[in-house]
């Protein structure tokens, strides 16, 4: 099996949820306690193994290129002034030259399309995806526990992390159908998009981490318009079931939606509550807030 070196970020989304703070600001780049989303996200796919680095970006969203660059002046600048736990911070965050590729999607036509948009930076080989507004707080990261399954599994196979949620809660997310179970990953049987909680087939749900074969891509590009009029990545894994292997995976970890108000505050709460620097004067500053 080829081992898994690239993972693509798909950070085109408006983030209209956020508004007004993303009118001038990528969602991506909002901060959980003083990284943005998009550095903790590429931290794990760096402890992970992977080499590659490869967003799907859009319009107004030079700023992520921008992160992940030189910045010679404030560089100079904290040299200068003997700064340098600053120095380290920036220096752990910088990939290597050449680790990074980005790639235009211009118009908003769903995950599988920026998926797409990305394929001659992937090649033939197969992939990670992740989504950047989900964040997984967990001791090992959760696309290094999905690459360990990868490579028990030993074939050229579809891995999708998915986690568990209250049955009444299935319509808000995509749906998998569990068949033979090996541990914590099981034979995919099917997947379904919002469905309602009688026609779930069970309640564990698309969490934002995928590994894909580059067969995938082929789909994608004669993929037509799904759910809300757009190119779902999940269609084209159905379609790809019937050619190979698809497995869910049970993840350990915490997830958090920061593509929701009420998630990106709780994530905020966890990360700071997990930095020994600030957690005691945190702890104490919300017994105050809270008693």
Same mark, same amino acid.
């Given at each position: 099996?080829?081992?898994?070196?690239?993972?693509?970020?798909?950070?085109?989304? %408006?983030?209209?949820?956020?508004?007004?703070?993303?009118?001038?600001?990528?969602?991506?780049?909002?901060?959980?306690? $003083?990284?943005? #989303?998009?550095?903790?996200?590429?931290?794990?796919?760096?402890?992970?193994?992977?080499?590659?680095?490869?967003?799907?970006?859009?319009?107004?969203?030079? @700023?992520?290129?921008?992160?992940? $660059?030189?910045?010679?002046? %404030?560089?100079?600048? #904290?040299?200068?002034?003997?700064?340098?736990?600053? #120095?380290?911070?920036?220096? &752990?965050?910088?990939?290597?030259?050449?680790?990074?590729?980005?790639?235009?999607? &211009?118009?908003? !036509?769903?995950?599988?399309?920026? @998926?797409?948009?990305?394929?001659?930076?992937?090649?033939?080989?197969?992939?990670?995806?992740?989504?950047?507004?989900? %964040?997984?707080?967990?001791?090992?990261?959760?696309?290094? &526990?999905?690459?360990? @399954?990868?490579?028990?599994?030993?074939?050229?196979?579809?891995?999708?992390?998915?986690?568990?949620?209250?049955?009444?809660?299935?319509?808000?997310?995509?749906?998998?159908? @569990?068949?033979?179970?090996?541990?914590?990953?099981?034979?995919?049987?099917?997947?379904?998009?919002?469905?309602?909680?009688?026609?779930?087939?069970?309640?564990?749900?698309?969490?934002?981490?995928?590994?894909?074969?580059?067969?995938?891509?082929?789909?994608?590009?004669?993929?037509?318009?799904?759910?809300?009029?757009?190119? &779902?990545?999940? $269609?084209?894994?159905?379609?790809?079931?019937? +050619?190979?292997? =698809?497995?869910?995976?049970?993840?350990?970890?915490?997830?958090?939606?920061?593509?929701? +108000?009420?998630?990106?505050?709780?994530?905020?709460?966890?990360?700071?509550?997990?930095?020994? $620097?600030?957690?005691?004067?945190?702890?104490?500053? !919300?017994?105050?807030?809270? =008693?």
């Amino acid at each position: 099996m080829n081992p898994i070196r690239k993972a693509v970020f798909p950070v085109a989304g %408006l983030g209209t949820r956020f508004l007004p703070a993303t009118k001038a600001m990528p969602k991506e780049m909002l901060t959980v306690v $003083d990284r943005p #989303l998009i550095q903790h996200v590429v931290d794990e796919a760096r402890e992970a193994g992977i080499e590659h680095f490869i967003f799907v970006t859009g319009r107004n969203k030079g @700023v992520i290129e921008d992160h992940f $660059d030189l910045q010679y002046e %404030l560089e100079r600048t #904290l040299a200068e002034r003997g700064k340098t736990a600053e #120095l380290s911070v920036l220096a &752990q965050a910088q990939p290597a030259a050449g680790a990074t590729s980005f790639t235009r999607q &211009q118009s908003p !036509l769903g995950l599988g399309h920026a @998926v797409w948009c990305a394929r001659d930076l992937i090649g033939r080989e197969p992939f990670a995806v992740i989504l950047p507004d989900v %964040l997984v707080k967990a001791k090992k990261s959760c696309l290094g &526990q999905m690459i360990e @399954v990868y490579r028990k599994i030993g074939e050229a196979a579809n891995i999708i992390a998915v986690e568990e949620v209250p049955k009444e809660a299935v319509s808000s997310y995509g749906v998998v159908g @569990v068949g033979e179970r090996k541990g914590q990953s099981f034979r995919i049987t099917g997947m379904v998009e919002k469905p309602k909680p009688a026609d779930a087939p069970s309640n564990l749900i698309i969490t934002g981490r995928y590994i894909l074969q580059p067969e995938i891509l082929d789909l994608l590009g004669t993929q037509q318009k799904g759910a809300g009029g757009e190119i &779902q990545l999940t $269609d084209a894994m159905l379609r790809l079931l019937e +050619k190979q292997p =698809g497995y869910g995976f049970q993840f350990e970890g915490r997830t958090f939606d920061c593509g929701s +108000k009420l998630g990106f505050l709780a994530a905020n709460v966890a990360y700071a509550l997990d930095r020994p $620097d600030i957690a005691p004067a945190f702890r104490a500053e !919300l017994k105050r807030l809270l =008693g």
